[in-house]
């Protein structure tokens, strides 16, 4: 076994992905594997009864929005029945922020890696306040999962027909140019991303009150482009995995109960670890106490490079998340001891234009002892209550230390 001819090949394909934002589908139609009685979820695989607080408000929100439960304790239910599957959207080629729940009828961007061929899905972004995606079900989140189904995804499905899709991978680049990291902090790219829909939706034959709707979610919601973006990143890993011999790990990712990994080498086996509770800011009236592990597939963007791990590019982002700029700067360099290599199409500004470190190695990770760190929100850890503040965690390591017990078992056969 020749680790390092196969890693070098699966960092070739990291490097070399050309993600594009094509369209928007119903995720019945797009996703494959999608069925009418399956949620998806953020992290690796979870029964009902393992499911943390915002997990299972999401899954009892999603219920309700499709139709396949009258009411909450209906909902529960229905989910400890039996009769509602649950899987990780990473096993349908998807990803969600926070709870990650995807459901039949809702609306997902779809992402072409033009390198390779392959596609990657992720939901809409609700924005701000009570969400879905931190476990609140209320009827008004569920009156804004109907606007977003109904009028902000056609919208902004005809306006990227008229743009002939939209090149995540130089907008990705531009982002950390403006002082983005790509996870927590997307205040420049979801301004990019208004602007070079804007022309597009005023072509897309809208009504009055709509086209004003959209520009104004575009307008208030400075994680717009969060959803786009780990799309982005979750084709551009799935080109690496599967991948004999390489230690690059292709996923991270959290349902708030476990921290799973998955390497490109070792097929679609999970390896995990309980997770833990971000450190962080809380928001007035929240403390630590009130806080879930950590939960979700956003940290798709530190496995494909960005995030926390170009933390250097946006020390802005410390005001939201606890630190300091040295702190930020700090946190990149230390990336770069257990990753494979440096992407060029994302030069940190603050580093003289050095690429991301990007392509995590297992036994790199094992060696120093250094884990990924993880820019993220907080969620509270009751169902129904939503977002209490944002942070940073580390992954545990062992998850890495089983993986490295792994790939050694296989190269002594």
């Known amino acids: 076994m020749d680790i390092d001819a196969a890693n070098e090949t699966a960092v070739r394909r990291v490097l070399d992905a050309h993600p594009v934002l094509v369209g928007v589908g119903r995720a019945l139609d797009v996703v494959p594997g999608m069925r009418p009685n399956l949620l998806l979820h953020a992290g690796p695989p979870i029964p009902w009864d393992r499911m943390s607080g915002p997990l299972r408000g999401a899954v009892i929100g999603a219920l ?15 989910a400890a029945s039996g009769e509602i599957e649950f899987e990780p959207c990473h096993h349908h080629a998807a990803v969600g922020p926070m709870a990650g729940v995807t459901s039949a009828s809702m609306p997902v961007y ?11 899905y992720s939901n809409l972004n609700e924005g701000y306040g009570k969400v879905l995606r931190y476990g609140a079900y209320s009827a008004d989140v569920l009156d804004r999962l109907r606007w977003i189904n109904e009028r902000l995804a056609p919208a902004i499905g005809r306006a990227l ?14 982002q950390l140019t403006m002082g983005d990291e790509g996870h927590n902090r997307n205040i420049a790219g979801s301004a990019m991303f208004a602007r070079m829909l804007a022309p597009h939706l005023a072509r897309a034959d809208l009504d009055a009150q709509t086209l004003h709707d959209v520009l104004r979610y575009l307008a208030d919601n400075d994680l717009a482009i969060l959803n786009p973006v780990m799309a982005a990143c ?14 690059l790990v292709t996923c991270m990712a959290r349902n708030g109960t ?14 995990t670890a309980p997770a ?18 950590d939960i979700g597939d956003s940290t798709i963007t530190e496995t494909a490079g960005i995030g926390a791990f170009a933390m250097a590019a946006a020390p802005a982002i410390v005001k939201f998340v606890g630190g300091s700029p040295r702190d930020a700067f700090a946190a990149t360099m230390e990336m770069y001891e257990i990753t494979l290599a440096e992407n060029p199409a994302f030069g940190i500004p603050q580093l003289d234009f050095r690429g991301t470190p990007t392509g995590i190695d297992i036994r790199k990770v094992v060696r120093t002892g250094l884990t990924p ?18 942070g940073l965690v580390r992954a545990p390591i062992a998850c890495f230390e089983q993986a490295v017990r792994t790939m050694a078992h296989l190269a002594s056969r």
């Open 64 to 78: 309700l929005y499709e139709g396949l439960a009258r009411d909450a304790e209906h909902a529960q239910y229905l």
């Open 110 to 120: 779809i992402v072409e890696n033009r390198a390779h061929g392959n596609r990657a």
């Open 161 to 174: 027909e008229l743009a002939g899709g939209l090149d995540m991978k130089a907008t990705i680049a531009r």
């Open 234 to 247: 979750k084709a551009t890993m799935d080109a690496a995995h599967g991948i004999e011999g390489s230690t």
């Open 258 to 271: 476990d921290f799973g990994i998955r390497v490109s080498g070792l097929g679609d086996r999970w390896f």
């Open 276 to 293: 833990d509770i971000p450190k962080g800011l809380y928001f007035p009236g929240f403390r630590e106490e009130d806080a879930n592990p």
């Open 373 to 390: 760190r993880i820019n993220t929100g907080i969620a509270h850890r009751d169902a129904g209550v939503g977002q209490v503040g944002a």
